[in-house]
């Protein structure tokens, strides 16, 4: 057996801690019925992060719908900081309660890998970033986690059944296994060209057998205008210093007239590691570092009840909006009556928390992953420096 939840299990809210089934028998025996609004707010961000990127929605979604609640949140893809409501709902408590559990994990997890995936992208410069990180999480969460590192900002994904949720083409190259099993790389790289629709790009590892700026060569002179790149997935123990590996072997290209064949940089990556090879990489493929990226510490918490503020210690009472300036995109929470507020750049702040469902039926259609990404991609030319 697979050790997973299915969709109808999730939406039956099996999915969750104990204590809220005990809350809601004990509420439902002594007859208590309370009117709360909860926010979906992050305590603290991994450590070199200021900022995550809103993720999960969707998904959230399918438990929401149809439950006898209002909510409002953020768009998916929104950048937000510490503190700031992404998602809100007004309910009777046992009507929700027990999703808190599901809920979290949709928007903990989907968050992270998109803020991830976002840091990374910055850090390319506007250089492809790939997705190869479904070897590194349960295959049952695959197209969750490559939709998210999408939607972050990723330019491409290499797991079929990722590819296919979400409506893309698959990218990648040939592995390491084939170049073992032809013997030799220039003979995989030979058979990749003769076998492979023209249409795959004809990109090349180069780091099985032989030093790598050498490997280029040879790759390069068997393939000629057929070789679109050729990829170093150098291992950590042969690694040295990678940069000067990248940049012989960009070097030995171009002396011999392949300056077109690209480089691509694969494991071990993040944002660090790709701001560090940009001098020579034209692309990465990012897998551990965004499909386990750091989850969002989200918490759901309750700050009014009947109508009165009220919350945990540590927590700010009362219902709030978030506001976003529409210019620089700065960001401020405000008590809800609190609505008019001008930007320190001259602009007024609109709340970004939009209507979501409304006595249980969801108001409107989410926007199409694609869209959502281009958002991300808007809002992070106002954060690069936080890379």
């Known amino acids: ?223 000629g205008e057929n070789l679109f790149a050729v990829r170093l997935d150098t291992p950590y123990s042969r690694r040295g210093d990678f940069k000067k590996i990248l940049e012989e072997v960009r070097w030995e290209l171009d002396l011999r007239g392949f300056k077109d064949v690209k480089i691509i940089v694969s494991g071990g990556l993040d944002e660090h590691k790709i701001s560090e090879f940009n001098a020579y990489a034209d692309a990465y493929g990012v897998g551990t570092s965004i499909s386990n990226a750091p989850v969002l510490d989200f918490a759901m918490d309750i700050v009014e009840i009947d109508g009165v503020p009220i919350a945990k210690r540590g927590k700010l009472s009362g219902r709030k909006i978030l506001l976003r300036c529409p210019k620089c995109f700065k960001r401020k929470t405000v008590p809800f009556e609190e609505k008019e507020i001008i930007c320190s750049c001259g602009v007024e702040m609109e709340n970004i928390l939009k209507p979501l469902i409304e006595n249980g039926e969801v108001l409107n259609d989410l926007p199409h992953v694609d869209t959502i990404r281009e958002y991300v991609l808007k809002q992070a030319e106002y954060f690069k420096e936080l890379v």
């Open 1 to 223: 057996m697979f050790y997973t939840a299915d969709e109808k299990e999730i939406k039956q809210g099996k999915v969750t801690d104990v204590y809220f089934l005990r809350t809601k028998e004990i509420l439902k025996q002594k007859n208590i019925k309370k009117k709360v609004v909860v926010e979906f707010v992050v305590k603290s961000f991994p450590a070199g992060c200021e900022w995550g990127v809103f993720s999960g929605l969707e998904e959230m979604l399918e438990i929401l719908g149809g439950l006898n609640i209002n909510a409002w949140a953020i768009p998916e893809g929104s950048f937000f900081g510490v503190c700031e409501p992404v998602l809100v709902i007004e309910g009777n408590y046992e009507d929700f309660g027990v999703f808190e559990t599901a809920l979290l994990g949709l928007c903990c997890q989907a968050s992270g890998i998109a803020t991830k995936a976002t840091r990374c992208k910055i850090a390319s410069s506007g250089k492809p970033v790939f997705s190869f990180g479904a070897r590194r999480i349960h295959p049952a969460i695959a197209p969750m986690v490559e939709r998210s590192a999408y939607l972050g900002g990723c330019d491409g994904i290499s797991c079929l059944r990722s590819a296919e949720v979400l409506n893309l083409t698959p990218v990648g190259t040939i592995p390491h296994a084939l170049i073992l099993i032809m013997g030799d790389t220039v003979s995989a790289a030979e058979a990749f060209n003769e076998v492979i629709d023209k249409s795959v790009n004809r990109i090349v590892l180069i780091d099985t057998f032989c030093d790598e700026k050498f490997e280029a060569i040879n790759v390069a002179q068997a393939l």
